[in-house]
């Protein structure tokens, strides 16, 4: 019987505003591949932010009353961007990208193709791509959702026992469930399902399945090798 995650697993769906995102999924990164159409479809580009100095905002591009843009910031869209949300100094902002309301987005982090539910913060010098984070997600400083096999195959989803399910995408970093935990310096590699209230200790390189309310560690002391040197 092949594996099946649900969205109602990883996520509240009450905490976005862009549940209809997910009507028909059978597994939750099936919305990552979704977010071009539906903004095509559903954006319709206003600021009823605040913006501070002089952010760069493309023309298409959604920002909710009381979000607050920040000088440096650059959102190229397509965006869509809810209330009371702090975008601060070196954010970037690339395509398809969907953010509920009170997410803080901050410096020198990257966001492309992907959906934050309400309430994520991604605050300092971190990398989302082809993702989808959910309600109170929080990643520490410099962690990464890699979203890309070095092979460039069909990303596959690692189960507990060992069995690969085809994602049908070629990018897909992460699902990030909600109030999960993502430590300093760690990197989710491609395919990665973390959940609900989930903790990935910092430094660790962690990818498959994490259950919900379970802490993945690092891998331990790594292994130390002479250099060879090159001649001449």
């Known amino acids: 019987m092949p594996h099946v995650f649900p969205a109602a697993d990883y996520l509240d769906l009450a905490h976005t505003a862009h549940a209809r995102l997910f009507a028909g999924t059978a597994q939750v990164w099936e919305p990552i591949g979704r977010l071009a159409a539906y903004l095509r479809a559903e954006l319709r580009p206003a600021n009823h932010g605040r913006v501070l100095g002089q952010p760069w905002i493309g023309p298409d591009v959604y920002i909710g009353e009381g979000t607050v843009i920040e000088p440096g910031a650059m959102i190229k869209g397509p965006a869509w961007i809810g209330r009371n949300c702090e975008i601060r100094h070196g954010a970037y902002i690339r395509e398809n990208v969907v953010v509920g309301d009170g997410a803080v987005l901050?410096?020198?982090?990257?966001?492309?193709?992907?959906?934050?539910?309400?309430?994520?913060?991604?605050?300092?010098?971190?990398?989302?791509?082809?993702?989808?984070?959910?309600?109170?997600?929080?990643?520490?400083?410099?962690?990464?959702?890699?979203?890309?096999?070095?092979?460039?195959?069909?990303?596959?989803?690692?189960?507990?026992?060992?069995?690969?399910?085809?994602?049908?995408?070629?990018?897909?970093?992460?699902?990030?469930?909600?109030?999960?935990?993502?430590?300093?310096?760690?990197?989710?590699?491609?395919?990665?399902?973390?959940?609900?209230?989930?903790?990935?200790?910092?430094?660790?390189?962690w990818h498959g399945v994490l259950p919900a309310n379970a802490v993945a560690r690092g891998s331990g002391r790594p292994s130390v090798l002479e250099r060879k040197r090159r001649a001449g």
């Open 106 to 205: 901050g410096n020198s982090c990257e966001f492309k193709n992907c959906l934050l539910f309400d309430g994520v913060q991604v605050p300092h010098f971190n990398y989302v791509g082809d993702s989808i984070l959910g309600h109170k997600a929080h990643l520490g400083a410099g962690v990464i959702l890699s979203n890309v096999r070095l092979d460039h195959a069909e990303v596959e989803v690692t189960c507990a026992d060992g069995t690969r399910v085809g994602s049908g995408l070629r990018k897909f970093g992460a699902i990030v469930g909600d109030f999960a935990e993502i430590g300093c310096n760690s990197v989710l590699n491609p395919g990665s399902l973390i959940g609900r209230h989930g903790m990935v200790y910092p430094t660790t390189a």
